[in-house]
């Protein structure tokens, strides 16, 4: 079955720490991936995918291929980066079972 | 941006009712539209994709005659909990494209969802 895996449910950093949050992906071909965020009452939104090659909020995430992953970082938390964040692969748009973020402080 | 509306935001139904969720693309059109489920403190799980004008594609392990859609027009997707039980209870959030999937790269936005309680 073509997966995609988010190893951590929940990461705790403090304000200005980096923060990078794992996944992985298990699929036969040239995998399209996304991260979308989810912050508290408010609905799902796209944080960014992999063709743009973009940096949104101060978050990157690059694909490796060798290492079937998709992890995204950002340098330096934010306090308002406390969020629920899910990986997804296209086709289907299939989810990660996503990582909650609380940036401390 | 565009935005996807869904309602009602929430509902209490009575086990054997059925339920209709309405899902709307205001500003665009959405030629594909996804209904997801989620459970508390899991992922979102895909359910169906329609297309409009077209039957629903069902993911495997969904009672396609208990979870009615319908894809009327291009902004516009139902779906109908049918004989609800207790177990139906969950967080059903849909989301609209204005690309075909055969589209290298599209956006899914979503709605908000609504929190379906069966009692």
């Known amino acids: 079955a073509q997966r995609v895996t988010q190893p951590e449910k929940l990461l705790s950093v403090f304000k200005g720490a980096p923060v990078e949050l794992k996944c992985n992906y298990s699929y036969s071909g040239s995998p399209e991936l996304f991260w979308y965020v989810q912050y508290s009452r408010q609905r799902l939104q796209l944080l960014l995918r992999h063709i743009s090659r973009e940096s949104i909020k101060g978050f990157t995430a690059d694909l490796n291929k060798g290492e079937t992953s998709f992890h995204l970082k950002k340098p330096f938390a934010q306090e308002e980066d406390s969020a629920m964040y899910y990986c997804?692969?296209?086709?289907?748009?299939?989810f990660g079972g996503g990582t909650r973020v609380l940036v401390k402080p | 941006g565009a935005v996807v509306s869904q309602h009602p935001s929430w509902v209490i139904c009575k086990s054997g009712t059925s339920v209709k969720i309405e899902c709307r693309s205001l500003d665009f059109q959405a030629t594909t539209m996804f209904w997801y489920r989620q459970f508390p403190k899991q992922s979102l799980m895909l359910m169906a994709t329609s297309n409009e004008g077209s039957k629903a594609t069902y993911e495997q392990g969904v009672e396609k005659d208990k979870f009615l859609i319908n894809h009327a027009s291009l902004t516009l997707s139902t779906l109908t909990v049918t004989s609800a039980h207790p177990e139906d209870s969950s967080f059903y959030i849909c989301?609209?494209?204005?690309?075909?999937?055969?589209?290298?790269?599209?956006?899914?936005?979503f709605g908000p969802g609504t929190r379906l309680t069966v009692t």
């Open positions: 997804a692969r296209l086709n289907k748009l299939t």
């Open positions: 989301s609209a494209s204005n690309r075909g999937l055969v589209s290298i790269s599209y956006e899914q936005y």
